[in-house]
């Protein structure tokens, strides 16, 4: 890939999302670390102790997001993620995990897991733009 090339990437090359909400569900969701709950607590404007009563799933000193009819409780149908700017640093990185770049089988598996992935590009192009955006941006947004 040349230079110019390479600022030109954009995120939307390789990954859109479907809002299909398939990573949102499951019986239990990512940790949040310390960074995770101050940022939530921050957007949601709501007191830590009200946050962890409402939202938060405490088990061994580990804190989840609840889960609400088979779903993390901030998922809505049709909307997708409610907390999108507060959510877990885990929530921000998939599906473009850097373990992509390390292993063909971890993008099979991610690109069965989610639709938003560009399916027609092969895992050579696809690790050349993830690699370019990780390097060039740091942290992805999304
Ligand atoms: S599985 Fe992929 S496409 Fe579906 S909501 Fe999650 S990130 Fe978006
Ligand atoms: S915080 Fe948002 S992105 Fe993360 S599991 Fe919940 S709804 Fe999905």
């Not at 954009?10 to 990573?23: E, L, N, P, T």
């Not at 598996?109 to 941006?137: A, K, M, Q, V, W």
């Amino acid at each position: 890939m040349d230079t110019e090339a390479k600022k030109e990437c954009k995120v939307s090359d390789i990954f859109v999302c479907a809002h299909c909400g398939y990573c949102c569900q499951g019986e239990t969701t990512v940790s949040l670390n310390e960074e995770d709950q101050a940022r939530m607590i921050d957007v949601l404007g709501l007191p830590r102790e009200e946050v962890a009563n409402r939202y938060w799933r405490i088990t061994a000193g580990v804190v989840q997001m609840k889960i609400e009819d088979g779903h993390c409780i901030f998922f809505r149908e049709g909307a997708g993620c409610t907390v999108h700017q507060g959510r877990p640093w885990r929530c921000g990185q998939w599906p473009l995990h850097p373990s992509i770049l390390a292993d063909r089988s971890n993008f099979e598996t991610i690109r069965e897991s989610c639709p938003g992935i560009t399916s027609s590009l092969s895992y050579e192009d696809f690790c050349s733009i993830l690699r370019t955006l990780l390097n060039r941006d740091r942290q992805l947004t999304f």
